[in-house]
């Protein structure tokens, strides 16, 4: 039987199991025994979602497991304590047999990270830098303030998908091609 925990402990650091066990641990990532707090707007949290149902989709089609911004990795050699929630991923097939009751140890083959309005670009370097040394295949990193989708694959090859353009998803994900505006919402009039 395991205890849930309301804060984290009185101690300094904490663990991955103590994360996990802390009743609100999925607004924390953990980066040398240190909650490292994920806050997403709402326009970060809907451009979110959109990713990862275009990931489902493609999952659903044509194998491979879809996450959204929930599921943790514990996946990295250097730092096995490091715990990180990217804002969806995808493992492909063949590579995942069953699913943990915890964080997922599988590097996965694309993550993405949207940017959200409290987050400092070199912090999103740095994960984005965590990731590929990880190994990584792709990222993905969405900034819903210029409509833009910065790519990343583990040759560090870099390149920006503005809104008229379109994404696909590379050796990771064959035949996976959506429009980047279709991941932004539409601008809409509200009515009183």
């Keep these: 039987m395991s205890t849930v925990l309301d804060a984290p402990p009185a101690h300094s650091t904490i663990t991955p199991d103590e994360l996990l066990q802390m009743v609100n641990g999925d607004h924390f ?12 707007g709402a326009l970060s949290g809907w451009v979110g979602g959109e990713m990862f149902a275009q990931i489902r989709e493609y999952a659903r089609q044509h194998g491979g497991w879809a996450f959204g911004d929930g599921v943790g990795y514990q996946c990295y050699s250097d730092n096995p304590e490091k715990v990180r929630k990217p804002d969806a991923s995808f493992i492909k097939p063949g590579r995942l047999n069953s699913l943990p009751d915890g964080y997922l140890t599988a590097v996965p083959d694309l993550v ?12 999103v370097e740095s994960k984005i830098d965590e990731y590929l040394n990880a190994g990584v295949e792709l990222v993905w990193v969405v900034n819903p303030a210029n409509r833009s989708i910065r790519v990343f694959q583990s040759v560090r090859v870099v390149h ?28 809409q009039v509200a009515t009183p």
């Design 29 to 40: 990532e953990l980066v040398d025994g240190q909650l490292v707090q994920r806050n997403m």
């Design 160 to 187: 920006e998908i503005t809104s008229s353009g379109t994404l696909d998803g590379a050796d990771v994900m064959p035949g996976f091609v959506c429009e980047v505006r279709s991941l932004f919402p539409a601008e």
């Design 112 to 123: 993405v990270e949207v940017v959200s309005p409290n987050d400092v670009y070199c912090d």
